[in-house]
């Protein structure tokens, strides 16, 4: 069965940090590439970053760079967002997701709360 189980949302203050996880099971991780996505009240889903397991290229959106880093841990299966000086607009559910071709997978997601 595959999973995507992530933590590590909550609240923060402007400026402060947070580290979200995912941890994958059920497919070959290596194979993938695992990305954060994030969707706001009343907008649509956004890629944030996304980071390819087999050689750890790494993608940015243009407004988290040089504040969040995404790193993998492909002995555990796990992919990790830093996020640092973080913003009210960071404000949103995150989800995980693997993605092959047209294979998809997606986590629950986890809150993001930003208070100015």
């Known amino acids: 069965e595959v999973q995507l189980v992530e933590s590590g949302g909550g609240l923060a203050q402007a400026g402060g940090s947070l580290r979200l996880s995912c941890a994958a099971s059920?497919?070959?991780?290596?194979?993938?590439?695992i990305g954060w996505f994030r969707q706001a009240p009343g907008k649509e889903r956004e890629g944030v970053s996304c980071i390819y397991g087999g050689d750890n290229t790494t993608y940015y959106k243009y407004s988290v760079k040089g504040r969040f880093t995404i790193s993998s841990d492909n002995t555990k299966s796990t992919v990790y967002l830093q996020m640092n000086s973080l913003k009210p607009d960071d404000t949103a559910i995150y989800y995980c997701n693997a993605k092959q071709w047209w294979i998809n997978f997606w986590g629950q997601g986890t809150q993001v709360t930003v208070s100015s």
């Open positions: 059920g497919f070959t991780f290596d194979d993938y590439t």
